[in-house]
């Protein structure tokens, strides 16, 4: 089941105002083609009533629209065009079925190895397994390809019963089996999600807002695009340093050419990539030297002295006496403040949304 539904601030939010009768219209048009109450819902949460809603999904901006499957919501919103066109043409892609089925093993040697893949044989369609197999594949239909293959045709893949594999990116890169209960939806999306989502995203510009929205602080690296070391090294090191920091921070990687501006803000060019930095969408802070990125526990490092507040010191006031050779003068000059933040600029336009200022307005 795909449930659309509008959170907004009728008496208070112009822009609620506006959405209403085009999101009721939508719903209509939704109705007429999906006439099963089962398939899709639309559904209206007035914050002037339901403040806990709001809270509880973290709304900072009306009107918006989330979407949710199977009882959870999509970490992606809807960002389209505010018209019953769009809405209308958004709810029949989530509709579309993510899975594609495969009529001959043969497929598999076509499989695009640039992508994230999850492919699962079954002996039936019918099924519990199947059915869990295609709640994952809903919910995690924008992060990987989901394919499946069924009966006879599935048969040489089905050793011990039903199976499900992850192909990763990558030719050489061997494939990895679900070993969990195939009926239990927790673990198989817990499984699935920690495949399809990486540990270090690309940030984009069409991706840059939901990012930001998330509200924790980016570690970035800046590199050329056909720079796939670089970016191979970064990742090994979050793994190995920062896996216990995933959720107080995010681990990206951004375009040295498409984010010039950023770049600019910490006075660097692609000329200077590979480059990392932490934006706390306050200031943005650069790693010294990307050279030292596999030195034992440096990055993480970096990204302690960030939540200690050490790098908004150091920026502002110098090295920590602590962090001086005793008796050795320091000679440097006093840091001034750091760059503004330069992706606190991909946040929701002023213009576009009711933003909350102050979360007691709830």
Not at 95 to 118: A, C, N, Q, Y
Not at 181 to 204: G, M
């Given at each position: ?19 209403h009768?085009?999101?009721e ?41 989330k ?40 497929e ?11 492919i ?73 999600q920690?495949?399809?989502?990486p ?15 998330e ?18 090294k970064?990742?090994?090191e ?22 010039r ?5 910490i ?14 969408f ?16 440096k ?6 002295d ?21 008796g ?35």
């Amino acid at each position: 089941m795909v449930v659309c539904v509008l959170i907004h601030h009728v008496s208070l939010c112009r822009f609620s105002q506006m959405l209403h009768p085009i999101f009721e219209e939508a719903s209509n048009v939704a109705r007429e083609e999906y006439p099963d109450q089962t398939q899709v819902v639309f559904a209206r949460v007035d914050c002037d009533q339901h403040s806990d809603i709001a809270q509880r999904y973290r709304i900072s901006k009306y009107p918006t629209l989330k979407l949710f499957r199977n009882g959870m919501m999509m970490k992606r919103e809807y960002r389209g065009q505010r018209s019953v066109t769009a809405i209308a043409d958004f709810i029949r892609q989530q509709k579309v079925d993510p899975i594609k089925e495969m009529l001959s093993l043969e497929e598999l040697g076509s499989v695009d190895r640039s992508k994230r893949t999850i492919i699962g044989f079954f002996d039936q369609k019918e099924s519990e397994n199947y059915r869990t197999f295609e709640k994952v594949a809903n919910i995690l239909r924008d992060d990987c390809v989901f394919l499946a293959a069924f009966g006879e045709v599935s048969k040489p893949e089905r050793f011990s019963g039903d199976n499900v594999i992850y192909k990763p990116p990558g030719e050489s890169v061997p494939d990895m089996v679900y070993l969990g209960t195939l009926t239990n939806f927790d673990l198989a999306y817990a499984w699935s999600q920690d495949k399809c989502v990486p540990l270090v995203r690309e940030i984009t510009f069409e991706n840059g807002e939901e990012l930001t929205e998330e509200g924790i602080p980016f570690l970035i690296l800046f590199h050329l695009k056909e720079d796939a070391e670089s970016l191979e090294k970064f990742q090994h090191e979050v793994a190995r340093q920062l896996i216990s920091e995933k959720g107080s921070i995010n681990f990206l990687h951004a375009d040295c050419d498409k984010f010039r501006h950023p770049l600019l803000h910490i006075q660097k060019t692609p000329a200077d990539c590979p480059v990392i930095a932490i934006d706390s969408f306050r200031h943005m802070y650069v790693f010294p030297e990307f050279n030292d990125l596999t030195v034992p526990g440096k990055l993480r490092q970096f990204v302690l002295d960030l939540h200690s507040g050490k790098l908004h010191r150091v920026f502002h006031h110098g090295p920590d006496p602590t962090d001086s050779t005793p008796g050795q003068e320091d000679d440097s000059e006093v840091a001034s403040s750091p760059p503004e933040s330069s992706f606190q600029k991909l946040a929701p336009s002023e213009t576009r949304y009711t933003i909350l200022r102050d979360r007691d307005e709830l």
